[in-house]
T-cell receptor, first 113, second 112 residues
Framework: AQSVTQLGSHVSVSEGALVLLRCNYS??????LFWYVQYPNQGLQLLLK??????LVKGINGFEAEFKKSETSFHLTKPSAHMSDAAEYFC???????????FGSGTKLNVKP | DTAVSQTPKYLVTQMGNDKSIKCEQN?????MYWYKQDSKKFLKIMFS???????INETVPNRFSPKSPDKAHLNLHINSLELGDSAVYFC???????????FGPGTRLLVL
């Protein structure tokens, strides 16, 4: 069975500080991996995704994530947080063999001035 | 142009009523989904349709019935609404089952 674990339901950083949001998955084979962002009262928007190839993936708004197979992780980072980054972030896994996404429980990012 | 649209955006209704939520995508995708997001922001898939055929039907009460008249539309009908149905319902679409999903803005359902 697939599962996605996001460590930390709430993360708070200061503006300008490093953002690190953690995501671990369980899968027998490397799945497709995604990070989505949800701003208040809006739908989910894709930040970045990993399918194959280069393990460091760059996304929108300065975010990037690195796929580490040995650690079954896909942590999301941004070198310098902006106030506008405050939102809910979801990690998602799509197994290779059927039509389904598994979402993590989400991490709410708070950015302090 | 809105890629994935849902109507209505807000829905407030009484217990026991029947209501429908509509979803349309203009991306030419072949797969559409319904998700339920509860008050704790947990996102759970309910249904998935590929080329108008039901692919995924999670453990959802029979009161929920999806209908896909064509590839661009996936509607959700809910019978005999209960308090626990209060949530935000998201429609999404993708090209193929494991590609990027594009989400609608959500329908906020409140059952009183």
């Amino acid at each position: 069975a697939q599962s996605v674990t996001q460590l930390g339901s709430h993360v708070s950083v200061s503006e300008g500080a490093l953002v690190l949001l953690r995501c671990n998955y369980s899968s027998s084979v490397p799945p497709y991996l995604f990070w989505y962002v949800q701003y208040p009262n809006q739908g989910l928007q894709l930040l970045l995704k990993y399918t194959t190839g280069a393990t460091l993936v760059k996304g929108i708004n300065g975010f990037e994530a690195e796929f580490k197979k040995s650690e079954t992780s896909f942590h999301l980072t941004k070198p310098s947080a902006h106030m506008s980054d405050a939102a809910e972030y979801f990690c998602a896994v799509a197994p290779n063999n059927f039509n389904k996404f598994y979402f993590g429980s989400g991490t709410k990012l708070n950015v302090k001035p | 142009d809105t890629a994935v649209s849902q109507t209505p955006k807000y829905l407030v209704t009484q217990m026991g009523n029947d209501k429908s939520i509509k979803c349309e995508q203009n991306l030419g995708h072949d797969t559409m989904y319904w998700y339920k997001q509860d008050s704790k922001k947990f996102l759970k898939i309910m249904f998935s349709y590929n080329n108008k055929e039901l692919i995924i039907n999670e453990t959802v009460p029979n009161r929920f019935s999806p209908k896909s008249p064509d590839k661009a539309h996936l509607n959700l009908h809910i019978n005999s609404l209960e308090l626990g149905d209060s949530a935000v319902y998201f429609c999404a679409s993708s090209q193929g089952g494991k590609e990027t999903q594009y989400f609608g803005p959500g329908t906020r359902l409140l059952v009183l």
